[in-house]
C-alpha cells in the first residue's frame, strides 16, 4: 500500500495497538536493504513532506507499516534510480492514484556536473549546479541553506550563480555538525580560518598562476591542490592533539 504525498493515513494522534512503530525500529527494518540510511535521512524526508508519521500525545514519531513501505521505495527510487525528490513524489502519487509508473533503467550514478540530473527543470552546467540541485544533493532544507549562507557559510559562484559540487560536501558537514549542537555562529571561525589558509596557500601559487605558460599555470594549480590536502591534514592533526585524541 502507498500513501499520497499529502500523507494520508500519517495525519492524526497516534494510539496504542495501532501497530505503529518508532523511527529507532523503522532505521532498523530499513537497514537490512540500506546499510546506510540515518534517522537524519528519515527526518529529512519527513521535513520534505514524502513521509508524514503520526505523532504520540508528548510529541514522538510513530510510523505505520505504510510509511516504512513508502520510505522503502523512496530510498528505492534514489538508490536504482537517482531521481531527485520532486520526481519521487509525483511517482508515488502517481501509483496511489492507481496509475503506472515507467522508471528509468537502473545504472551507475549519474555525475552531479554532467548537466543529467535535474530538479525542479534546472539543469546544471559543466561547474554548476541550480540551488534545487544544491538542496536535493545536500539533503538540507531551504531554510537552513539560507541560514548558512547569512553566516557565509555557502554562497553561490561568482558570473551567474549557482553552486560546484564542493559547496554540496560542506553543506553535508554542517548539517552534520548541526546535529552536534554546533551551530551557524559556532562555525564561523572555522570558515574564517579556512580563508586565511586558503589565502597563505594563495600567495605561493599565485606568481605561478599568472605565467604565460600553460604548463606553469597547470602546475600551480596541482600544487594549489597538494598545499590544499596538506593544509587540511595538519589542520586535522593539530585539532586532535589540542582535544588530546590519540591516533588509532
Do not use: C
Not at 529529512?44 to 505523532?55: D, K, M, N, S, Y
Not at 539543469?123 to 532544507?141: C, K, Q, Y
Amino acid at each position: 500500500m502507498v500513501r499520497t504525498a499529502s500523507g494520508g493515513a500519517g495525519f492524526g494522534t497516534a494510539a496504542a495497538g495501532d501497530g505503529l512503530v518508532s523511527i529507532g525500529t523503522v532505521l532498523t527494518r530499513l537497514r537490512d536493504e540500506f546499510p546506510e540510511v540515518t534517522i537524519s535521512k528519515i527526518r529529512f524526508l519527513e521535513a520534505e513532506g514524502l513521509v508524514e508519521p503520526r505523532r504520540t500525545a508528548s510529541g514522538y514519531r510513530k510510523f505505520s507499516p505504510q510509511d516504512v513501505e513508502r520510505l522503502a521505495q523512496i530510498l528505492r527510487m534514489q538508490r536504482d534510480h537517482y531521481l531527485p525528490l520532486r520526481v519521487i513524489r509525483e511517482h508515488l502519487d502517481a501509483l496511489a492514484r492507481g496509475e503506472q509508473i515507467a522508471l528509468p533503467a537502473p545504472g551507475r550514478p549519474r555525475d552531479l556536473l554532467d548537466g543529467s540530473w535535474e530538479t525542479d527543470g534546472e539543469r546544471p552546467t559543466a561547474a554548476r549546479l541550480g540551488r534545487a540541485e544544491l538542496l536535493a544533493a545536500a539533503e538540507v532544507t531551504e531554510a537552513e541553506l539560507a541560514e548558512w549562507e547569512s553566516y557565509g557559510l555557502i554562497a553561490p559562484l561568482e558570473g551567474g550563480g549557482g553552486y560546484d559540487a564542493e559547496t554540496v560536501t560542506v553543506a553535508k558537514l554542517v548539517a552534520e555538525l548541526g546535529r552536534f549542537g554546533l551551530e551557524p555562529r559556532h562555525l564561523r571561525a572555522v570558515k574564517a580560518a579556512a580563508d586565511r589558509e586558503a589565502g597563505l596557500i594563495e600567495t605561493r601559487v599565485a606568481p605561478l598562476r599568472r605565467h604565460r605558460n600553460p604548463q606553469t599555470r597547470a602546475h600551480a594549480e596541482a600544487t594549489a591542490k597538494e598545499l590544499a590536502g596538506l593544509s587540511v591534514r595538519l589542520h586535522a592533526a593539530l585539532v586532535q592533539t589540542a582535544l588530546g585524541i590519540r591516533p588509532q
